[in-house]
């Protein structure tokens, strides 16, 4: 089974500020990463797919990068709406899909 | 729309059983995979399980021990998952997801389950 491991745990920014969050695979997964958003009392929404990929509707200040094992999740500029919880997940080698154990993206 | 809505959570005993449903509309489900997710509170998320469009293929995650059972209704656009022997660490919320491409998108808005005497 392909572990997948989240940085930070939390991380404290503000508004405007950029943000950047990784996930780490314990093999190789290609590019067969995603990342989803999650909001208190929400499910979870795709936001990136295949690393690098925005699903529809995701605004341009989310980009995903990284092949292999290292993988990252960037929010150029902080929008009041992006303070939640983000996990990646992979679909390389499933079953079973596996999830980080997400990151808490807080206003500081 | 796409829309998924799960029901049938609630409060059972260790021991338990429940079933599951899954709501699909707005979308041609026959021609999808399905997925069950699930989310003890405050925690992250773990696949459970998934089948095929027409129902020929099932695959659940090792810890389930053969204690569910996911099935699907194409008729009736429904998913479903049956929860047997249930346990205290089964408490969560389930969440069915479609297969778009072979991620999960989108999510229905998910149900809770607790076990608890």
């Known amino acids: 089974e392909i572990v997948l491991t989240q940085s930070p745990a939390t991380l404290s920014l503000s508004p405007g500020e950029r943000a950047t969050l990784s996930c780490r695979a314990s093999?190789?997964?290609?590019?067969?990463l995603g990342w989803y958003q999650q909001k208190p009392g929400q499910a979870p929404r795709l936001l990136i797919y295949d690393a690098s990929n925005r699903a529809t509707g995701i605004p341009a200040r989310f980009s995903g990068s990284g092949s292999g094992t290292d993988f990252t999740l960037t929010i150029s500029s902080l929008e009041p709406e992006d303070f939640a919880v983000y996990f990646c997940q992979q679909r390389s080698n499933w079953p079973p899909y596996t999830f980080g154990q997400g990151t808490k993206l807080e206003i500081k | 729309e796409v829309q998924l809505v799960e029901s049938g959570g609630g409060l059972v005993q260790p021991g338990g059983s429940l079933r599951l449903s899954c709501a699909a509309s707005g979308f041609a489900f026959s021609t999808y995979w399905m997925s069950w997710v699930r989310q003890a509170p405050g925690k992250g998320l773990e696949w459970v399980a998934l089948i095929k469009q027409d129902g020929s293929e099932k695959s659940y995650a090792d810890s389930l021990k053969g204690r569910f059972t996911i099935s699907r209704d194409n008729g009736k656009k429904s998913l479903n998952l049956e929860l047997n022997s249930l346990r205290a660490d089964d408490t969560a919320v389930y969440y069915c997801a479609r297969h778009t491409n072979n991620w999960f998108d989108p999510w229905g808005q998910g149900t809770l389950v607790t076990v608890s005497s």
């Open positions: 093999q190789s997964i290609n590019t067969y």
